[in-house]
């Protein structure tokens, strides 16, 4: 089983600050994804295949990285950006989720 | 625009089966080039992932969840399904299906309680 750490848990920002976002795997990952979660809602897709943002998602989000490092950054935060993210990586089974970063203000 | 809704008992007693339907709008599960999920989230935790089920018919499982888990999909009905057995105040959760990852049902909450 793929284990995928996050860091950091919380991070603390302001509107227009930029938000990098790290996923660590415990061994390469082939798919990875980031998700968007708000208090009492779904998780929404931001990025899949680690850097191609899904459709609606606005451009200031984008991911990177490859093998077993991966970061989703948020540049100019608005403030419905402040939520938790999650990466999942869905290359092999068992899937895994990270245990997921906060941004708040 | 896809919709998905999960459905099922709210209320669970320790060591019966937790079962619950997720039915699409569309006619996703028979076209033949979708993947289907189960994920739930316990109260104020992280999502973890339950099972999938691939496009061609193949179903993998969490190994702590395997020997109790079990999903199917009625095509006919646009319904995929969860089966967990001897429910555990431990599966106490959010329950989300989801098609691909990309569409997600609102989630429905479980607990498990005598």
């Known amino acids: 089983e793929i284990v995928l750490t996050q860091s950091p848990d919380t991070l603390s920002l302001s509107p227009g600050d930029r938000a990098t976002l790290s996923c660590t795997a415990s061994?390469?990952?082939?798919?990875l994804a980031w998700f968007q979660q708000k208090p009492g809602q779904a998780p929404s897709l931001v990025v899949y295949?680690?850097?191609s943002r899904f459709a609606g998602v606005p451009d200031r989000f984008s991911g990177s990285g490859s093998g077993t490092e991966f970061t989703l950054t948020i540049n100019r935060l608005e403030p419905e950006d402040f939520a938790v993210y999650y990466c999942?990586?869905?290359?092999?089974?068992?899937?895994?989720f990270g245990q997921g970063t906060k941004v708040e203000i | 625009h896809l919709q998905l809704q999960e459905s099922g008992p709210g209320l669970v007693k320790p060591s019966e089966t937790l079962s619950l339907t997720c039915t699409f709008s569309?006619?996703?599960?028979?076209?033949?080039?979708?993947?289907w999920a189960w994920i739930r989230q316990p109260p104020g935790k992280g999502l973890e992932w339950i099972a999938s089920?691939?496009?061609?018919?193949?179903?993998y499982y969490k190994p702590s969840l395997e020997s109790r888990a079990t999903v199917s999909v009625d095509t006919s009905k646009n319904q995929f399904f969860l089966k967990l057995d001897s429910v555990t105040a431990a599966d106490t959760a959010v329950y989300f299906c989801?098609?691909?990852?990309?569409?997600w049902g609102q989630g429905i909450l479980v607990t498990v309680s005598s």
């Open positions: 989801a098609r691909q990852y990309t569409n």
């Open positions: 569309d006619d996703s599960v028979n076209s033949g080039s979708h993947s």
């Open positions: 089920l691939s496009y061609n018919g193949y179903t």
């Open positions: 061994q390469s990952v082939k798919y």
């Open positions: 295949g680690a850097s």
């Open positions: 999942l990586q869905y290359g092999s089974s068992p899937h895994t």
